[in-house]
T-cell receptor
Framework: RKEVEQDPGPFNVPEGATVAFNCTYS??????FFWYRQDCRKEPKLLMS???SGNEDGRFTAQLNRASQYISLLIRDSKLSDSATYLC????????????FGKGTLLTVNP | DGGITQSPKYLFRKEGQNVTLSCEQN?????MYWYRQDPGQGLRLIYY???????QKGDIAEGYSVSREKKESFPLTVTSAQKNPTAFYLC??????????FGPGTRLTVL
């Protein structure tokens, strides 16, 4: 089983739509969780950390379910500028400062 | 402005040549990382360093070498032993082992 698995995508949605990405991780002893955004041919950029209680940043909401080893990202009122690849990232406990990246899910928001 | 710089942005090399990619950060981060990304693939860890004068192999270290003589700098050498060096190379750093921040990347093409 892969350590971090994401929805394969791609997702194509109209502007204004709500879209949700899911991610599962294999190691229950995981320490911290993140969503990164990567634009085409650019570096990944931190979108948000994911906290146990769930957290929201504007149109973006991240949830963590440790029992199910599951992370989600919800984007409301999608904008054209949200088009990017979204990477699920996990820091496994004892991994010695290493992060494990999912392969990413490509989102295209259409006018 | 604090950040991570990588140079050059694009690099072309002939088969059989070694080439060194630069990574510099002025964020005062202790840990630095090198990743490789191939089209449609996730990030794969090449090498990482948690402190000066110390570094560890990642998942795909064969054919690569690094040094960490200064806190600010973590150059990566792609040697002729690397069989498929054409890729997008990303350098990252972290202060506390959680969120990583990336440089803009170097695209290496072997001719």
């Amino acid at each position: 089983r892969k350590e971090v698995e994401q929805d394969p995508g791609p997702f194509n949605v109209p502007e204004g739509a709500t879209v949700a990405f899911n991610c599962t991780y294999s190691n229950s002893a995981s320490q911290s969780f993140f969503w990164y955004r990567q634009d085409c041919r650019k570096e990944p950029k931190l979108l948000m950390s994911v906290y146990s209680s769930g957290n929201e940043d504007g149109r973006f909401t991240a949830q963590l379910n440790r029992a199910s080893q599951y992370i989600s990202l919800l984007i409301r009122d999608s904008k054209l500028s949200d088009s990017a690849t979204y990477l699920c990232v996990v820091n496994f406990r004892g991994s010695n400062y290493k992060l494990t990246f999912g392969k990413g899910t490509l989102l295209t928001v259409n006018p | 402005d604090g950040g991570i710089t990588q140079s050059p942005k694009y690099l072309f090399r002939k088969e059989g040549q070694n080439v060194t990619l630069s990574c510099e950060q002025n964020l005062n981060h202790d840990a630095m990382y090198w990743y490789r990304q191939d089209p449609g693939q996730g990030l794969r860890l090449i090498y990482y360093s948690q402190i000066v004068n110390d570094f560890q192999k990642g998942d795909i270290a064969e054919g690569y070498s690094v040094s960490r003589e200064k806190k600010e700098s973590f150059p990566l050498t792609v040697t002729s032993a690397q069989k498929n060096p054409t890729a997008f190379y990303l350098c990252a750093s972290t202060l506390d082992g959680h969120e990583q921040f990336f440089g803009p990347g170097t695209r290496l093409t072997v001719l």
